[in-house]
């Protein structure tokens, strides 16, 4: 289900599948599934099994009819590389963004040993971005994974951020997001641990986007680091 986003790293955002099952803590509170669960309550068809892994086969084709150039997150409420998708479905996903060079296409997965398992048989044009989740120590194997990839950018997104990442392995990567959690029951994060990733990506000329600190209401926290908003972006063209 495509539609303009509120997530500040990105503009549209495009499901070709919906649902996802859980791995780590990074999911215990997830947003999407939370969504999902309200829009089956809604009578959305899309969602009628509320967050089990869905193919929207009707929806691969959709950026193509897009003509102006979006930043566009794929798959906002599921993972593409999450078993339940086949490989060739994957592939049909990558020869869409592959044949639309207009947009800028952001993929962020979680199961970072099947990305790499089929990362090399995958077209990666210049203008699909490739992340990882990392939300604690306990994550940080997934950042090897990636940098595996062929992918022009590659990026981690440390949201939830649950907990300090020291040392982070930033050779062959351009971008690192960081956000606190939000919502009922979010769990606390500590300056510290947002203080020591933005040093990192400074020593390591890595573009740094805080995103937010989170909380019951995220609003009322805001995404200002010592004062300031970082919004740095990876440049369009970086040599892998």
């Not at 669960?37 to 193919?55: H, N, V």
């Not at 590659?154 to 939830?160: A, M, N, T, Y």
């Not at 919502?183 to 500590?190: F, K, L, Q, W, Y």
Request: hydrophobic residues 35%; contains cysteine; glycine residues 8%.
């Amino acid at each position: 289900m495509p539609g303009t986003s509120n997530i500040e790293w990105t503009e549209m955002t495009w499901n070709p599948v919906t649902g996802c099952v859980k791995v780590s803590q990074g999911c215990k509170h997830c947003y999407a599934e939370k969504m999902a669960k309200r829009l089956q309550a809604m009578g959305s068809a899309r969602y009628q099994d509320g967050f089990r892994p869905t193919l929207h086969e009707d929806l691969i084709d959709r950026p193509k009819t897009w003509k102006k150039s979006r930043l566009i997150f794929v798959n906002s409420m599921s993972d593409l590389f999450q078993e339940a998708v086949p490989e060739s479905f994957i592939q049909r996903v990558f020869a869409t963004m592959q044949d639309c060079p207009q947009h800028t296409f952001q993929i962020l997965t979680k199961r970072s040993e099947r990305l790499r398992q089929l990362g090399q048989s995958l077209p990666w044009p210049p203008n699909v971005w490739m992340g990882v989740s990392v939300e604690d120590e306990q994550a940080a194997s997934r950042i090897s994974n990636l940098a595996a990839v062929p992918a022009k950018v590659r990026f981690l997104s440390c949201e939830p951020l649950i907990g300090p990442l020291e040392n982070l392995p930033l050779v062959g990567i351009h971008w690192v997001i960081v956000g606190g959690e939000s919502g009922a029951g979010a769990r606390p994060m500590r300056q510290d641990w947002v203080d020591s990733i933005h040093r990192q990506c400074q020593r390591s000329n890595v573009a740094f986007f805080f995103k937010q600190w989170g909380g019951v209401r995220k609003d009322m926290a805001g995404r200002k680091l010592h004062g300031r908003t970082y919004d740095e972006m990876p440049r369009a063209q970086i040599t892998a």
